[in-house]
């Protein structure tokens, strides 16, 4: 997330400005060419080569549904199929700093996870979604739901107020009374942080970190998480994913 806090239970990718490639980010490239390696027998690759980078072939959100083996390689091949070769684009975002891909969006794991957020049907999911309807795709405005759903899962988690200002410096008192209010269930706070991080990070768009390595942007993740509840608690259907996300690739 660039120079933003970090939540500490979002497994985002970091090191986006500062050139260093953390140790586990190491070890994920590691394992990511062992797959790529083994992507040449007949499987449908996760992994291919491109300008002496290894470049996610399963976009977005779907690279963390097949490594959680909530959707299966296979299954993927209608919309690998769909999707045009891959490409980034310099965006306007953060003073033309910010980049986007051609092949899979990033607001396309925006799209799905409001799509899994609403077969959900959760009270608090479903407030969050009102809120980031009313953002209208702002970005700050993003960020600062973004910010105070981390806030709300830290104390959700039994963290403090002080973890979490060091977290995010410029949090307001609405975050901070998040932390002495009843807390929602600590399952329910981590789906809303993640619904909520997964458009913020979709309306930031791709760094340049992102378009170099060619892995999915910090939107993926989050995304996946939403969309991995719903299918866990059947209320969206594998086949009907990736169906959605074909016909999201037809709209353009």
């Known amino acids: 997330m660039g120079n933003d806090a970090a939540s500490t239970s979002m497994r985002a990718f970091d090191g986006t400005r500062s050139g ?42 779907f690279y963390y549904l097949v490594k959680d083996a909530v959707v299966t390689e296979a299954a993927l091949a209608p919309l690998l199929a769909v999707l045009p070769p891959e490409k980034f684009i310099s965006t306007n975002l953060r003073d033309g700093e910010a980049y986007d891909s051609i092949r899979w969006p990033v607001a396309r794991d925006a799209t ?20 980031i309807s009313g953002a209208r795709g702002d970005r700050l405005r993003l960020r600062a739901l973004a910010r105070a759903a981390t806030a709300q899962s830290l104390a959700a988690m039994g963290g403090d107020a002080d973890l979490f200002l ?78 959605l996300a074909i016909s999201t690739v037809s709209r353009g």
């Not at 190491?26 to 390696?37: Q, T």
């Not at 799905?112 to 809120?131: F, G, V």
Request: net charge positive.
């Open 112 to 131: 799905l996870a409001t799509i899994a957020a609403k077969c959900l049907d959760e009270p608090a999911l479903n407030q969050a979604l009102h809120q």
């Open 20 to 61: 260093k490639v953390p140790e586990r980010n190491v070890k994920m490239r590691r394992r990511h060419a062992r797959r790529a390696k083994a992507s040449i027998f007949g499987k449908v690759a996760l992994l291919v080569m491109f300008d002496n980078a290894l470049v996610v072939d399963t976009p977005g959100l």
């Open 166 to 243: 060091k977290l995010w410096p410029d949090a307001t008192p609405s975050d901070l009374a998040l932390f002495s209010t009843p807390a929602i269930s600590t399952n329910v706070a981590f789906l809303v942080e993640a619904l909520c991080h997964a458009h913020y990070q979709a309306a930031d768009g791709l760094y340049a970190y992102h378009v170099h390595r060619g892995i999915p942007g910090p939107s993926a993740e989050p995304a996946a998480r939403i969309v991995q509840a719903a299918i866990e608690q059947q209320k969206l259907h594998p086949d009907e994913l990736i169906a």
